[in-house]
């Protein structure tokens, strides 16, 4: 089932995420997240952005190994990385930051560069219910990050310059007001 996307201004995106039990009903909802996910045509999508306040994130960044900029073994990874990430915990982020153009579903229409760390390191349970501890490079590492950063009530929008921010208020502030044109449902704060 596809779920309408929280955007910008819901009380939900900002809220720290709480830890959820592995059960049927959430492999279920995991389901749906990646249903929702394809529909909006994303790589990443936390629960939060459908609004539910729980720990779990999916990713599937295979659109981006379509890249030409993409070397032969990143392109590999992407193809073969879709994931789900059940109450993930980070242990370490490392290497250089860098910048890259990030957007968000909740923040349809707006694309900035974002500085991450290359890397990072997380303890997370599968779709199996299985906990792994893995460490992520590159694009990978900065679509985790950015789905991460969601169950921590944490926008990409956020981590700007505050110039840059207070520049985007008011593309902001139409889409929390719902003056927004996309191809997927969307739920708007009440005003």
Same mark, same amino acid.
């Given at each position: #089932?596809?779920?309408?996307?929280?955007?910008?201004?819901?009380?939900?995106? $900002?809220?720290?995420? %709480?830890?959820?039990?592995?059960?049927?009903?959430?492999?279920?909802?995991?389901?749906? #997240?990646?249903?929702?996910?394809?529909? /909006? @045509?994303?790589?990443?999508?936390?629960?939060?952005?459908?609004?539910?306040? &729980?720990?779990?994130?999916?990713?599937?960044?295979?659109?981006?190994?379509?890249?030409?900029?993409?070397?032969?073994? @990143?392109?590999?990874?992407?193809?073969?990385?879709?994931?789900?990430?059940?109450?993930?915990?980070? &242990?370490?982020? *490392?290497?250089? #930051?860098?910048?890259?153009? =990030?957007?968000?579903? *909740?923040?349809?229409? &707006?694309?900035?560069?974002?500085?991450?760390?290359?890397?990072?390191?997380?303890?997370?349970?599968?779709?199996?219910?299985? =906990?792994?501890?893995? *460490?992520?490079?590159?694009?990978? /590492?900065?679509?985790?990050?950015?789905?991460?950063?969601?169950?921590?009530?944490?926008?990409?929008?956020?981590?700007?310059?505050?110039?840059?921010?207070?520049?985007? *208020? $008011?593309?902001?502030? %139409?889409?929390?007001?719902?003056?927004?044109?996309?191809?997927? $449902?969307?739920?708007?704060?009440?005003?």
């Amino acid at each position: #089932m596809i779920l309408p996307i929280a955007a910008y201004g819901m009380p939900v995106l $900002k809220r720290v995420a %709480k830890p959820v039990e592995y059960n049927a009903q959430l492999r279920h909802f995991i389901d749906d #997240m990646f249903e929702t996910m394809y529909h /909006a @045509e994303g790589v990443g999508l936390a629960a939060p952005q459908v609004n539910q306040s &729980i720990r779990v994130f999916v990713i599937d960044p295979s659109p981006y190994a379509r890249w030409e900029a993409i070397d032969e073994q @990143e392109r590999k990874m992407l193809l073969n990385a879709k994931k789900v990430f059940i109450n993930p915990q980070v &242990i370490e982020q *490392s290497g250089n #930051m860098w910048s890259f153009e =990030e957007g968000c579903l *909740s923040i349809p229409g &707006i694309y900035e560069k974002v500085k991450r760390p290359q890397q990072i390191t997380l303890r997370y349970t599968d779709i199996e219910g299985i =906990e792994h501890i893995e *460490s992520f490079d590159g694009i990978l /590492a900065r679509i985790i990050q950015h789905e991460y950063d969601h169950i921590q009530g944490i926008l990409f929008t956020d981590l700007l310059p505050p110039l840059k921010r207070r520049l985007l *208020s $008011k593309k902001l502030e %139409k889409i929390s007001k719902g003056q927004v044109q996309v191809n997927y $449902k969307m739920i708007f704060p009440k005003h």
